[in-house]
């Protein structure tokens, strides 16, 4: 009697990548089981970097729903497919495209620096781009005689006034899953593993309070690279927890602390393994950004690129 096994989600998945020329690009802040079917795990920037490069048609965006937009933007002859289009980003929509054209005729002489979550419509009236690894470099390429409005995280704005003497001005938006890390605990969690190093992200509601205890503050990128290159055996991590599925894979020896189990984006969590195979049936949902908010957009993404 022969064995029949049943295909599994995983080898559906598979062979549908194969019969649609897909690749799975993921966010190292989506569920586990999502990075590891992915073709290429990542920050944003590197997410559509992959996706600009890769030969296959389609791409499948398992992240949040500004990122499969600059997907779209940078690889626009490519078909850009999200597994949920509810899986949106909070930090994002604490700006509109509105609000920024307001708040731009207040200041007619500051350059606008657009944190990568944000809409396309956003990036479209914004003159550069960043993300939390490059926005350091992108401030500091600015003409000197420009103010800056920065948007639209309070915090990652914070932490580069700290870094630079740039006059910028700061948009009042946070990340909510950031905002859910507290300093409390992780002043415990030094207290009980006084070892660990302590690698905390620039959106973090705690910045303030904990920047001067932060043995570095990074980008996700940032973060997975430091754990791998230190001697350090424990690491207290302050981001959103998907981050850890990498940390421990990459680093199978060292021991990861998160500074809070409550900082779990629910959005990110919105992409299932069953969702990512409808999505490869159905050739759903397609995100498109409109030609005339692209060609504007894509502007300011692809200025930041130059910069790397
Ligand atoms: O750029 C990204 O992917 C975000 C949102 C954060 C990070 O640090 O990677």
């Known amino acids: 009697m022969s064995l029949k096994t049943e295909t599994t989600l995983v080898e559906k998945i598979d062979e549908l990548k194969k019969v649609r020329d897909a690749v799975i690009v993921a966010h190292n802040y989506q569920a586990g089981e999502i990075q590891d079917i992915a073709d290429f795990v990542g920050d944003s920037l590197a997410m559509a970097r992959y996706g600009a490069q890769t030969i296959a048609s389609t ?58 979550n944000t809409s396309a419509a956003v990036k479209a009236e914004s003159d550069i781009c960043c993300t939390s690894s490059n926005a350091l470099k992108v401030v500091e390429s600015l003409p000197k005689d420009k103010e800056i409005l920065f948007i639209p995280d309070m915090y990652l704005g914070q932490w580069l006034r700290t870094k630079t003497d740039r006059k910028i001005h700061l948009w009042n938006g946070s990340c909510h899953t950031h905002l859910r890390i507290r300093p409390e605990p992780i002043f415990d969690l030094k207290k009980e593993h006084p070892q660990a190093e302590f690698l905390m992200h620039p959106e973090c509601g705690c910045l303030t309070a904990c920047m001067k205890i932060a043995d570095r503050i990074l980008s996700t990128d940032g973060i997975l690279k430091r754990a791998k290159e230190s001697n350090a055996k424990e690491f207290i991590i302050a981001t959103e927890t998907g981050i850890l599925h990498r940390l421990k894979k990459e680093n199978p020896l060292k021991t990861f602390y998160p500074a809070a189990q409550e900082a779990a984006c629910e959005f990110m969590k919105k992409n299932t393994l069953e969702k990512v195979l409808w999505s490869l049936e159905d050739l759903v949902y397609e995100v498109k950004v409109p030609e005339e908010i692209a060609l504007k957009a894509r502007i300011a993404l692809e200025r930041m690129m130059q910069i790397q």
Do not use: R
Not at 59 to 79: D, Q, R, T, W, Y
Not at 88 to 99: N, Y
């Open 59 to 116: 791409i499948l965006v398992c992240g949040v729903h500004f990122m499969a937009e600059s997907a779209a933007l940078l690889s626009p002859n490519k078909k850009i497919l999200v597994p949920d289009l509810e899986a949106g980003c909070s930090l994002a929509e604490c700006i509109t495209k509105d609000q920024l054209v307001e708040w731009k005729k207040e200041f007619t002489n500051a350059v606008v620096v657009a944190y990568v």
